[in-house]
């Protein structure tokens, strides 16, 4: 079978809901590696409910198979992007098959979180990157210093955050700049349909996504990642391989 690798031109709707930023986008943020290596089958709560109940974007037949090798989250505080400051937390459990004659394995983008309507719409229209709302909060610890990250559902009323991570640079190594490139090749994204979803669009058409970092002044970090196993299941969850 074989699939287009092309950019989503226009949005699916006539009126769409939100601000349109197309591609590319140039931004600015702070950005969290915690690395991963994946064996075996595809770890469980690897996606999204919406997403795994599409064929297209979750079915091996239609999507491709799980081949594992190094995977990724990342937590991201954006500064500056087209649709303004926002939070987020991309979780890539390694390489995907491609149903295309001739394509190699490559990375995909099966569970992302962010705080904020409009780049939940973009990214998926734009990437096909599965974005749902949640909340974070971002909290100095001293003694010694070192920064806390919780992930909570977007309901105000939720106390109990489904993730947590404890990111502690070391002291005693000096910064130094840092450069990378990521290719991301993601199916389409099914739609939500529910009122009051109107950000969770869908899309037709596969998209390959060539993503560049660049920093001056990197640092290595020992992190502490907690889930609750209450948390390790549904909508809003984070997969076993990073606890």
Partial sequence: MSQPLEPNPSPLESNPP?????????TKCDIYWLPS???????????????????????????GDFKGGLGLVMIIRYSETPVGSYN??????????????????????????????????????????????VRFTFTNLNNPARIQVQVFPPDTTATSPFFTATVKP??????????SKALV???????SGKDGEEELCGTDKW???????????????????VQPHERRGGRYCACELVA
């Fill in 207 to 225: 998209v390959r996504t060539a993503m560049a970092f660049s920093c001056k002044n990197a640092k290595l970090c020992s992190t502490d990642v």
């Fill in 37 to 63: 290596y994946g064996r075996g089958p595809l770890p469980a709560n690897a996606y999204s409910p919406l997403e795994a109940s599409s064929p297209t974007f979750a079915d091996p037949a239609q999507s």
């Fill in 170 to 179: 070391f002291r005693w190594l000096p910064s130094f700049p840092f450069s």
């Fill in 185 to 191: 090749i993601n199916p389409p994204v099914p739609a």
């Fill in 18 to 26: 939100f601000v349109l930023a197309p591609p590319p986008w140039q």
């Fill in 88 to 133: 987020e937390m991309i979780y890539m459990p390694g390489s995907f098959q491609v149903p295309r004659e001739g394509a190699k394995p490559a990375s995909r983008v099966t569970r992302i979180y962010v705080d904020q309507k409009e780049t939940t719409y973009n990214g998926r229209l734009n990437w096909n990157l599965p974005k749902h709302l």
